[in-house]
């Protein structure tokens, strides 16, 4: 892992009674040991992964409050079916309007983040988000848990954007990349905290038990608020560029026409007038699709056009926590860097092209051969997933107008919203009605869009680049 820095400590600070003994080892150790660089052990690397203050209350956060996210994940749409009663075309409405809510929520929250305190907002959010979760015990009906899931939906996503403009304002470079990287590894691994103890609801079977974990799940994203409030006020917005005042003939300020002055001059850091970070926005969110095609293609390909068992759907999602967890943080390393970010997309592109294939060649396999033939696509399908995330992640950043981190990075997380909205619908129109066809022009959808990506990195370096003509 990339150690992040701070002027006081530097990357790998060591105690003064350990410098004592570093001296005269080395005095007492070969000439070719002297020369090697000394390695840290692996607790060392852990701390120093996260000495940044900022980025250790953002892990200490996410540790607890992912946990609640986790019991969510795993009990909702059974809750809502077996206890709520209700069909499944209502528990496919209600996540859709959460979906959808997102979409708005994530602008938002991007757009608040540069106007107010992005801390209060962050804290507001999440406890709105966590008053929700509690919220979904007592739905009792469609109303009432459309209501809810709208809410959930609708904080949750506008804390994400809140909490994206933090990292850019907080980090700079590679730093902001290997944030990003840590908090998808320990959100993925509280999830699946959260995951095991959903299970006790779906053990028990009772109404009781489902809502209590339920609020449990809420109680925790409260907990959170706790660290969070840590957050030091140099994560908020800087203020904003304001226009030279404008005089009247007289010499006195104009204030009307100053205030109008530096709108324009806000509008000129508008995310929306800016096409290239437009188009990478939508490259993205097309590649993020990939999520829908993990938790709802996977499984029903496996369990309807398969003779693979269906555990094998448990063996891959824990297969993808395991190559998420352990590679997200080294492979994120240096996509801060345009041409990088851009290949390790390309690279993406590739891999989850070929998922797909692979996993439609596994139709019509003997058992033994189609779960070999799974699991490679799965292997193939988690590693594109974590080189799109880290050159997202760069490429976001990088691009982004830093005078508008917070609308620019609300930009970029709606598109990943739309992305999960339209996921359901693409997966029925393509591996649900044509199958094995299906996955093709998923491949060949997916591989565009990642392409897409890496044309516009390898280009904008270029312009980066580029001498400045006088």
């Not at 437009?278 to 056009?305: H, K, R, Y």
């Amino acid at each position: 892992m990339t150690p992040s820095t701070t002027p006081e400590t530097g990357p790998n600070p060591v105690p003064p009674h350990a410098a004592d003994g570093a001296e005269a080892a080395a005095e007492t150790s070969p000439p070719e040991a002297r020369d090697a660089p000394p390695r840290a052990g692996l607790v060392a690397r852990l701390t120093a992964s996260v000495a940044d203050p900022v980025l250790r209350i953002l892990v200490l956060a996410t540790l607890v409050g992912r946990v609640g996210r986790g019991v969510f994940l795993t009990v909702t749409v059974l809750y809502f079916t077996l206890i709520v009663g209700l069909p499944a075309y209502e528990v496919a409405i209600v996540l859709a309007a959460a979906s959808g809510v997102g979409v708005v929520a994530s602008l938002a929250g991007g757009w608040l983040a540069d106007r107010t305190s992005a801390r209060r907002l962050l804290l507001l959010f999440t406890a709105l988000e966590g008053v929700g979760l509690v919220g979904y015990a007592f739905a009792g009906d469609f109303v009432s848990a459309l209501v809810v899931g709208m809410a959930v939906g609708g904080f949750g996503q506008a804390a994400n954007a809140t909490r994206m403009a933090i990292i850019a304002r907080a980090f700079d470079g590679e730093a902001r990349v290997h944030a990003r990287a840590v908090l998808r590894t320990v959100t993925n691994l509280a999830i699946a905290a959260g995951g095991g103890i959903g299970a006790i609801a779906l053990a028990l079977g009772t109404g009781e038990a489902y809502r209590a974990l339920l609020v449990f799940a809420g109680l925790a994203y409260l907990a959170g608020l706790v660290v969070l409030a840590r957050l030091p006020r140099t994560v908020d917005a800087p203020g904003h560029p304001a226009a030279e005042p404008v005089l009247t003939a007289t010499g006195s300020t104009d204030a009307l026409a100053t205030r109008r002055a530096t709108r324009r001059a806000l509008r000129a850091h508008s995310p929306w007038r800016d096409p290239r970070y437009l188009l990478l926005t939508l490259c993205s969110a097309i590649f993020g699709m990939q999520f829908g095609v993990g938790e709802l293609a996977v499984p029903l390909w496996i369990a309807q056009d398969t003779a693979a068992p269906e555990v094998l759907v448990a063996a891959v999602l824990i297969l993808n926590t395991i190559v998420v967890v352990c590679f997200q943080v080294p492979l994120s390393r240096g996509t801060h860097d345009l041409r990088r970010a851009g290949r390790v997309s390309a690279v993406a592109a590739w891999l989850m092209a070929a998922a797909c294939l692979i996993y439609a060649a596994a139709a019509g396999l003997p058992s033994w051969f189609a779960i070999a033939v799974i699991v490679t696509a799965a292997l193939a399908h988690a590693f594109a997933e974590v080189l799109s995330q880290a050159g997202g992640w760069g490429l976001s950043f990088e691009l982004a107008d830093p005078v508008r981190a917070g609308t620019y990075q609300g930009v970029f997380s709606m598109g990943y919203s739309v992305g999960a909205m339209a996921a359901p619908l693409v997966v029925a129109s393509t591996t649900e009605a044509l199958g094995v066809g299906g996955w093709g022009i998923l491949a060949t959808v997916f591989l565009a869009s990642g392409l897409g990506t890496w044309a516009i990195a390898r280009r904008a370096a270029r312009t980066e680049a580029a001498p400045v003509s006088r």
